[in-house]
């Protein structure tokens, strides 16, 4: 069997759409806030159609490209983390805290957790998005989603005394969406943890055994990968 080709999610996005863009600029010149300005200039609709044109291009790029199994390229998202973050209670996306990450080889403005972190409503909002991506190809789109290590390692928490039992919120929120996604038919789905590696001792305590609860239920149609 041949050994199938595949992108790690985030692609650069085309020039006619001009979202803030995590990747484009020093992180500690970037804020989420500004993502939210560039949204609240346009309607929703006017928002979504240009995330589709744009979302069409890198599609029809990456199988022109030969890529077998590809993604939506996170066009609709200016940060692969703070995306899932505007679709969970518990995070305050507008006033940050401008603090030193990563282990403290970055320093930028970072969302503040002030709750409980849990799903806003029922909705499998992440499903929603790959079907609108998988409905443009022939060929199948893996969905990414962030791991709550890496969320974590992104975000001020000041509402938890227990990074545990934070993790273990995350956990909730990204199985709901997993779940979702398998649901609709997704059946590559990926989960980014790259702040694993820089906290091993927290990946051992309760790290990777978090991650593989993020795939726990009815999800044994999909092919789950972790990206570290």
């Not at 863009?21 to 500690?28: G, S």
């Not at 998988?134 to 509402?159: A, F, L, R």
């Not at 273990?168 to 590696?197: H, S």
Request: charged residues 30%.
């Amino acid at each position: 069997m041949p050994l199938l080709t595949t992108v790690i999610g985030s692609y650069p996005k085309p020039d006619n759409l001009k979202m803030p863009d995590w990747f484009k600029m020093p992180h500690n010149d970037y804020a989420p806030t500004m993502y939210t300005e560039f949204c609240e200039k346009m309607s929703a609709k006017e928002l979504e159609d240009k995330v589709q044109l744009a979302l069409k291009q890198v599609i029809d790029e990456q199988i022109e490209d030969g890529i077998d199994v590809i993604t939506d390229g996170e066009i609709r998202r200016d940060n692969y983390i703070y995306h899932l973050c505007r679709n969970v209670d518990g995070f305050d996306m507008d006033d940050l805290i401008l603090k030193p990450f990563r282990n403290g080889a970055l320093t930028a403005r970072l969302p503040r957790i002030t709750g409980k972190v849990d799903s806003k409503g029922t909705e499998d909002w992440a499903a929603k998005e790959w079907k609108i991506a998988q409905d443009m190809s022939h060929v199948p789109v893996k969905y990414t989603i962030p791991g709550p290590m890496t969320i974590m390692g992104t975000t001020h928490n000041e509402y938890y005394s227990d990074a545990k039992e934070l993790s273990d919120d995350l956990v909730k929120v990204v199985n709901k969406q997993i779940t979702g996604l398998v649901k609709a038919g997704c059946r590559q789905i990926q989960l980014d943890e790259p702040v694993m590696v820089r906290s091993p001792d927290v990946a051992m305590d309760y790290g990777i055994d978090h991650a593989s609860k993020c795939f726990e239920g009815e999800i044994g149609r999909a092919s789950c990968r972790e990206r570290v």
